[in-house]
C-alpha cells in the first residue's frame, strides 16, 4: 500500500520539476523506494503467514498500474504541451502491456511479465536513468526521442502479443484437436444407355453389381 504514497510524491516532485528539473531527484528516489517495498511486501507476508494471496495479487498489480501513471503523468508536467500527445500514447501502450499480460494468465494460468529479460525491475532502471539525463541535458532531447520510444514499444508490444496469442492456439488445439476428416466412399452405376452417374455416400462395402446384357462396363 506504500505505493500510494510514492505516486502521490512522484506526481508531486514531477510538478515541481516542471520550475526546477532537479527535482527529479526526488521522483527517483520515490521510484527506488517503490521498488524495495514491492520487491520485500510477499517476503513480509510470507514471514507474517498472512496468507493474502489473492488479496495480495490484486493489490499488488493494481498499485503496479497507479505507480505506472505517476510517473507517465509525472512526464507530461516537464515536457511541453506539444508533446503530452505522445506521453498519452506512451501511457496507453505501456497499459496494453499490463492488460496483454493478465488476459493471458486467466487463459493460460501462468503470469509473465517479463520479456526478452526486461521486467519491472528494469523498467525502473531505465526512469532513472530517464530522469538523470534529463537533469544533467534537459528535456529537448526526450522531446526528440519520444517517438521513437513509442515507436519501440509498439514493436514490443506486437511481439508479445503474437508470441502469447501462438502460445495459447497451441494450448487450445492440443486439448481440442482437429477432427480429421475422410472422404466418402462414392458408389457409381450405369443405367443402361442414358450413361446416367448416380453418387451415394455409403458407410458399408461396396457389392459389385453384375452387368446386364446391352450395358456398358
Not at 534529463?134 to 526526450?142: A, E, P, R, V
Request: proline share 3%.
Amino acid at each position: 500500500m506504500l505505493t500510494l504514497a510514492w505516486s502521490i510524491l512522484i506526481v508531486a516532485f514531477s510538478y515541481l520539476a516542471a520550475n526546477n528539473i532537479r527535482w527529479l531527484w526526488g521522483v527517483s528516489v520515490m521510484i527506488f523506494f517503490q521498488y524495495l517495498t514491492d520487491h520485500f511486501d510477499g517476503k513480509l507476508g510470507k514471514y507474517r503467514s498472512t496468507g493474502l494471496l489473492r488479496w495480495g495479487y490484486y493489490m499488488d498489480h493494481f498499485l503496479d498500474y497507479v505507480f505506472l501513471c505517476s510517473v507517465i503523468i509525472g512526464y507530461a508536467f516537464i515536457l511541453p504541451e506539444k508533446s503530452r500527445y505522445q506521453v498519452l500514447f506512451l501511457l496507453a501502450v505501456f497499459g496494453a502491456f499490463a492488460v496483454s499480460a493478465f488476459l493471458a494468465y486467466s487463459a493460460t494460468d501462468h503470469l509473465t511479465i517479463s520479456h526478452l529479460k526486461l521486467g519491472p525491475t528494469e523498467f525502473r532502471l531505465a526512469l532513472i536513468v530517464i530522469n538523470t539525463l534529463l537533469i544533467s541535458f534537459g528535456t529537448k532531447y526526450m522531446i526528440s526521442g519520444l517517438r521513437y520510444v513509442n515507436a519501440g514499444a509498439v514493436l514490443g508490444l506486437f511481439f508479445v502479443v503474437y508470441k502469447t496469442q501462438k502460445n495459447i492456439w497451441s494450448r487450445d488445439m492440443q486439448r481440442n484437436p482437429r477432427p480429421t476428416t475422410h472422404e466418402p466412399a462414392v458408389a457409381k452405376s450405369y443405367a443402361g444407355a442414358q450413361e446416367m452417374y448416380v453418387f451415394t455416400s455409403i458407410s458399408s462395402n461396396i457389392t459389385p453389381l453384375k452387368p446386364t446384357k446391352g450395358s456398358r462396363v
